[in-house]
């Protein structure tokens, strides 16, 4: 397994857990308690922030985009279920992105957005990725219980399970440094240059759910039991989160394979890479975490990764397309 893991060729951190025992635990060029920007593996935690709303009777999965943000097109039309599971038929305008320039405050950014929202009835209930969804989770939560994303969060995750290397980008430096981050890299033209911690944060801000925290491999792991199978939701509300079904099987911010009985995350952005595969019952997991990539070998890796996963659970290579 191992040897697998290194001929990948990553420089970062590998955790892998089988049948609840840590089975491998090392660095290449970083430590085990190294903290990275975990990207869109973020979604699965802030849709579980939405569930437990849910759960405790404060919101449903069938209400409309259009109670808590009516100036968004089609927003009566959305369910709280089709932005969990990313078939809203929302987008930002051709040319457009995420926020603004100058960061002010998350419900700026979320009026900025709205502005450049637009609804394309075609593609509703059906599947269309867009970090936008996620976006608009995180200003809903945050209207029900009247407290920012960020404490939310805290509250969620980083107290109740003491999380040591978990921050968010934006962070003071001293719990940054604390977090045990290191910096993105990027390789080009012959070298890694170092992404500026000043475009991270803007972009950790305009992510806001889906791309702007940072975590060790075992607070990630941590955090994955507690979603699958810890008392944050209900067997019940674990069953509606994650239903789902093709082209890509996506919901809860996981691609859930019935098959395999598996739930798979990545992310990617700023210079750093989060791969997670996890059984439903988080007995097994293998995360792989870098802060050295190199454009266009995302993809690769992930199949590669889905392959190491595969013969993890003991099956057959013919599957390994069957991750998201």
């Known amino acids: 397994m191992r040897q697998q893991v290194d001929a990948l060729g990553i420089k970062g951190s590998i955790l892998v857990i089988k049948n609840g025992k840590i089975m491998l635990n090392y660095a290449l060029g970083n430590n085990t308690d190294t903290s990275y920007l975990i990207n869109s593996v973020q979604k699965s935690m802030t849709a579980a922030i939405v569930m437990r709303l849910v759960q405790e009777g404060k919101l449903s999965l069938q209400d409309k985009l259009s109670q808590f943000y009516p100036q968004i097109p089609g927003a009566n039309k959305v369910k709280i279920k089709n932005l969990l599971a990313m078939t809203a038929g929302l987008d930002l305008k051709p040319g457009t992105k995420l926020g603004r320039k ?55 995750y980083v107290r109740p399970l003491r999380l040591r ?23 080009r033209k012959g070298r890694y240059d170092v992404v500026k911690h000043k475009a991270a944060l803007k972009d950790a801000h305009n992510e806001l759910g889906a791309g702007s925290v940072v975590m060790s491999n075992h607070d990630l792991a941590k955090v994955i039991h507690y979603l699958l199978v810890g ?53 097994t997991i293998l995360i792989i975490q870098s802060n050295k990539t190199r454009e266009g070998e995302f993809d690769q890796l992930k199949g590669q990764i889905n392959q190491i996963m595969l013969e993890l659970l003991g099956r057959k290579a013919r599957s390994a397309n069957m991750f998201g």
Not at 166 to 187: C, D, N, Q, R
Not at 244 to 259: E, M, T
């Open 231 to 283: 008392k944050l939701l209900t067997k019940k509300s674990r069953m509606l989160l994650y239903r789902a079904g093709p082209p890509a099987y996506y919901n809860g911010g996981f691609y859930n394979n019935n098959k395999l009985q598996t739930k798979t995350a990545n992310g990617a952005g700023q210079g750093y890479y989060t791969f997670m595969r996890s059984t439903n019952n988080a007995q």
């Open 102 to 156: 100058h960061f002010i405050s998350d419900s700026d950014n979320i009026r900025c957005d709205a502005a450049k929202t637009i609804f394309e009835p075609h593609l509703l209930n059906k599947w269309h990725y867009s970090s936008l969804n996620y976006v608009y989770l995180c200003g809903i939560a945050s209207q029900i219980t009247k407290k920012s994303y960020e404490r939310l969060f805290r509250q969620t």
């Open 165 to 187: 290397q978990t921050e968010f980008l934006w962070s003071k430096p001293g719990k940054i440094i604390a977090s045990h981050l290191v910096p993105g890299m990027i390789y």
